[in-house]
């Protein structure tokens, strides 16, 4: 049994790495599940999805709900513990963290003004990145 254990540590030490090693990008289970695999580790689905939820539970990894009815979560890295927003490109998938005056006053118009306070670690903005941006206008 306590190999068992260390293997399933180590496991759980791949899955947090994947992310860890592309902290802007964005993974279902799924995707993360093929990543690992694709490396040459041999895990299973079923594993990958319970280290993921371990380290949501944690706080190591922020969960994104879907977009869409019938989309899977979606799972990044979380190397900061100050909450604020994020936006996310619908066209390629970047998610990035949003640190700006202008959203911090607007968060505090809605508390003061409104008597509603954001949850900004689950409040995505979602738009196309500059980069899809300029692609779209070519």
């Keep these: 049994m306590p190999q068992r254990g260390r293997y399933q540590t180590r496991q759980q030490e791949a899955v947090e790495a994947l992310f860890c090693a592309a902290p802007h990008r964005c993974l279902t289970v799924e995707e993360a599940h093929r990543a690992l695999e694709g490396g040459g580790m041999e895990v299973g689905r079923t594993t990958v999805y319970r280290a ?14 879907p977009q869409e009815s019938g989309e899977a979560a979606r799972y990044q890295y979380n190397p900061c513990r ?44 979602y738009g196309l990145c500059d980069a899809c941006r300029q692609q779209s206008v070519k």
């Design 52 to 65: 993921i939820t371990r380290l949501y539970e944690a706080g190591r990894l922020r969960r994104y709900a």
């Design 82 to 125: 100050e909450s604020h927003l994020h936006i996310r490109c619908t066209r390629c998938g970047a998610m990035e963290h949003l640190h700006c005056g202008e959203v911090e006053a607007f968060a505090r118009h809605l508390g003061h003004d409104h008597g509603f306070t954001l949850d900004e670690a689950q409040t995505v903005l």
